[in-house]
């Protein structure tokens, strides 16, 4: 069955970088997209950027352009999103979610991540 | 860019109520949208893609309707296990966008 495997909770001081996981299993790792969206406390859901494992490339929101890289390690199926000079508004819940190359709803989606920012 | 608004923002019904959960796009989405469950400390559940059409697996008291701007979810006959968040979701080849999400308690 198609799983997405995320790491485990971090906190970072402001200023620091964050780098967060997503194992693949269940399915051809470079035939589907992986995307990236958070969930601050309180607020809803918001879409970060995208990745394809095939080629590599990558697509970050405006809003995280210049902060977020979102890369992929084929030979074990994983994508990793890192995103740098955090601040205490960064703290949030990171999942990754998976897509079909065309069509970019979420089918599939990692159990979360959380990331807390704090001095 | 695109702004999706979902109304309203809480909504409380009972078990066996009917619901609708609507979504304004900005402009023309065509058919480009999507709806998900969001319940607290787990994953969203995608329940419609393509504006109409039900993810496998999610039970048909779950439909959606709509298509250019405006756009609903409408849940059948709400079963305890409904009660959630739900966000719609604008989706193309570059980017995404959800609304800010319609949260459903009981009445």
């Known amino acids: 069955q198609v799983q997405l495997v995320q790491s485990g909770a971090e906190v970072k001081k402001p200023g620091a970088s964050v780098k967060i996981s997503c194992q693949a299993s269940?399915?051809?790792?470079?035939?589907?997209?992986i995307h990236w969206v958070r969930q601050a406390p309180g607020q809803g859901l918001e879409w970060m950027g995208w990745?394809?494992?095939?080629?590599?490339?990558?697509n970050p929101a405006q809003k995280f352009q210049g902060r977020l890289t979102m890369t992929r390690d084929t030979s074990i199926k994983t994508a990793y999103m890192e995103l740098t000079s955090l601040r205490s508004d960064d703290t949030a819940i990171y999942y990754c979610?998976?897509?079909?190359?065309?069509?970019?709803?979420?089918?599939?989606w990692g159990q979360g991540a959380l990331v807390t920012v704090s001095s | 860019d695109i702004q999706m608004t979902q109304s309203p923002s809480t909504l409380s019904a009972s078990v066996g109520d009917r619901v609708t959960i609507t979504c304004r796009a900005s402009?023309?989405?065509?058919?480009?949208l999507a709806w998900y469950q969001h319940k607290p400390g787990k994953a969203p559940k995608l329940l419609i893609y393509?504006?109409?059409n039900l993810e496998p697996g999610v039970p048909s008291r779950f439909s959606g309707s709509g298509s250019g701007t405006e756009f609903t979810l409408t849940i059948g006959s709400l079963q305890p296990d409904d009660f959630a968040t739900f966000y719609c979701?604008?989706?193309?080849?570059?980017?995404?966008?959800f609304g800010q999400g319609t949260k459903l308690d009981i009445k």
């Open positions: 979610a998976r897509s079909s190359v065309a069509f970019h709803y979420f089918d599939y």
């Open positions: 269940g399915y051809t790792f470079t035939g589907y997209n």
């Open positions: 990745t394809n494992p095939n080629s590599g490339g990558a």
């Open positions: 402009q023309n989405i065509n058919d480009r």
């Open positions: 393509k504006a109409s």
């Open positions: 979701q604008h989706y193309n080849s570059f980017s995404s966008t």
